[in-house]
């Protein structure tokens, strides 16, 4: 893995803004003030990442990104784990060798907006539906549609980069926070599983539809992937709990699977149970060997990451009011030693060790690997 | 490096506060309502770090740590690049293979803070000089030790851990800051490197000779170390510029050797010039590279390291608003394909891509290592 980092070069050409979707190329030595732009790509150093394509060497941010619907959900956690639980069911149509990621560009700002808002006279597009002047939580018809996401997968065709696939993601919601006057006190329509998977399903359909009327997008698989978009309270974001395929062509999504996927804080509160008694005991012996040996540690918890009830990754943070040198580094040596010894060996793990605010010392491994390697950041 | 990782083992033993400095051992099942206190240590998985000492399972704070004389001195690198220049010293003269470190216990900080406070009818051990009553810059006698600090070292003998060194630091000011009146304004007094070579020396014979009247100290070999404490509108801490040993027995230090160290930060500023240019070359050629490619970036800018006129270790922080994972992965993928291009090979670097407060991505690579490797932070 690391030794790909070596030969990494950067590939140049240009994106000719055709309608089929093709990144027309051109040398290193097209003039700059051609009407086209650059395409270079960022090459990775891990087989299981994309490559992303740049345009004349900037990073294209999907314009979609951030948007939501008018609600008042509101948890940070949300944004990063819909954006990554998306990349991991790409991967499972699109994959890392073949395929180049680009941030989403066929669904533009406007055009996202109107979807998410609810369905109106004045916005016949939007997914969400009519407002039947309800206020009762029971009675009135709530946000389904948090936000939206898209991922653009490109294949290198000799010189060309041609667009061969898309990944479209329907965040759900499971509460849908509202008011009844501005500024008002906040209330809760609480949307069940099969509420969210059958709706999801339908606004899926809709989404690939429109899309298909879009010349580029009518011969490419498009990916929908359902993801629940967790409650504000929670200290961990939500989960994708089912995707389909929309293959060439067709103007439905089929192929649907059920995605089991679930994220949890340790230690778990409020009598709620491990997702794996076994995983969570690893962690509360961890945690306990740390603290028996630093008692003035004010915190140790960890955001576990199960894919089909298996453990797949472990973000264990530790905040400390170390800033010595001599005592981040022995201490970082002691976690390393009590991680090997605790916590399970195949999940993806990261110990980030910090005081309030900043990062002193990272330890990591990947999944499936037994060594730790650990960094204790230096400051001169 | 990462395969001694998993050869850790925790020794355990005991250690009886014996005059002679030696910790006697027993074995794991000793009762714990013994008089005495368990020993443990730390493995490292790096060669050139330190073990630690642990006592009771439990890491030894300096007391002294943190403590300064009264002065205005206010530079938050400071005391990390003290404590940081103190160890590789120590380095030099207690060999992390043989030896264990503790953070020094024969400095009490009631003793530390009265070497530290001028020289006075109620404080006869004040280090720093009487008050002459002179406020004028140059004719008062300014405060020139800022800072102590102690690094004690053990050995292992069977089951023992035996002290068997110590290495003393003295931060020494660049400049002594002042006010005439409380709350007033302030005053510098200049200390010119002369200055702070000799009286650092004087000081450095008076300590150890103080030490020698302990017990404990009396044979082991004493290493002194004089750092110039930076001042307080840098961006970096000071650095060490000599170093002596007192040889077991001996009341004075002698074997003076100079140190050529120095930290600077890039790109400079004020016309300064760069330590070396075609280092602080290479970093422009990076920085340029990566904000070409990604105009938005708020800053990238480097601590550099050097001993001896050569770049030791690069700490280089990249701000940037970037939150989206596909664009962070990205970005790290770029920038350590940057760094393996324009980075000089030898020194060790970090690479810090951070937004406002957090850490996102960590690029790093060993002395003398040509192989990055890079982490991006995961979030669940």
Not at 5 to 17: D, E, I, W, Y
Not at 93 to 99: G, Q, V
Not at 297 to 321: F, M, P, R, W
């Amino acid at each position: 893995m690391k030794n790909l980092a070596k030969v990494m070069t950067l590939l140049f050409s240009t994106l000719l803004l055709a309608g089929c979707g093709n990144l027309n190329n051109s040398s290193l030595s097209s003039k700059s003030n051609e009407k086209s732009s650059k395409v270079t790509t960022t090459n990775t150093s891990k087989s299981d990442q994309y490559s992303t394509l740049l345009e004349n060497g900037k990073y294209h941010t999907s314009a979609i990104s951030g948007l939501s619907a008018d609600s008042d959900s509101d948890n940070n956690s949300n944004a990063a784990a819909f954006e990554h639980g998306l990349m991991d069911i790409s991967k499972k149509e699109f994959s890392t060798d073949r395929y180049y990621l680009q941030e989403g560009k066929f669904i533009s700002a406007s055009t996202a907006q109107k979807w998410l808002d609810r369905k109106s006279d004045k916005n016949p597009a939007g997914l969400n539906p009519e407002d039947n002047g309800s206020t009762d939580p029971d009675k009135r018809k709530p946000i389904y549609l948090q936000q939206l996401l898209e991922q653009d997968f490109y294949t290198q065709n000799g010189k060309n980069y041609t667009l061969s696939g898309m990944t479209i993601g329907l965040a759900m919601n499971d509460v849908d926070y509202y008011t009844k006057e501005k500024y008002g006190a906040q209330f809760e329509t609480k949307i069940s599983p099969e509420q969210r998977l059958s709706i999801g399903k339908q606004m899926a359909d809709k989404i690939v539809a429109r899309l298909r009327k879009q010349p580029n997008l009518k011969k490419i698989p498009i990916t929908v992937g359902l993801y629940r978009q967790n409650v504000n309270d929670s200290l961990i974001g939500g989960s994708f709990f089912q995707y389909g395929v929309s293959q060439a062509k067709q103007k439905q999504v089929s192929d649907w699977k059920a995605i089991n996927q679930e994220n949890q804080v340790w230690p778990v509160i409020n009598n709620e149970k491990p997702v794996n008694e076994s995983d969570s005991d690893s962690f509360a012996n961890f945690k306990n060997h740390v603290q028996n040996y630093f008692p003035d540690l004010s915190g140790v918890t960890a955001q576990a990451h199960y894919q089909d009830k298996k453990l797949q990754g472990l973000v264990i943070t530790i905040n400390t009011q170390f800033y010595g040198v001599a005592q981040i580094n022995s201490f970082t040596q002691f976690v390393q030693d009590a991680a090997n010894r605790y916590l399970p060996q195949q999940p993806m793990i990261e110990v980030h060790i910090q005081t309030v605010q900043d990062l002193q010392a990272l330890i990591t491994k990947d999944y499936n690997s037994k060594q730790f390697s650990s960094h204790v950041l230096t400051s001169y």
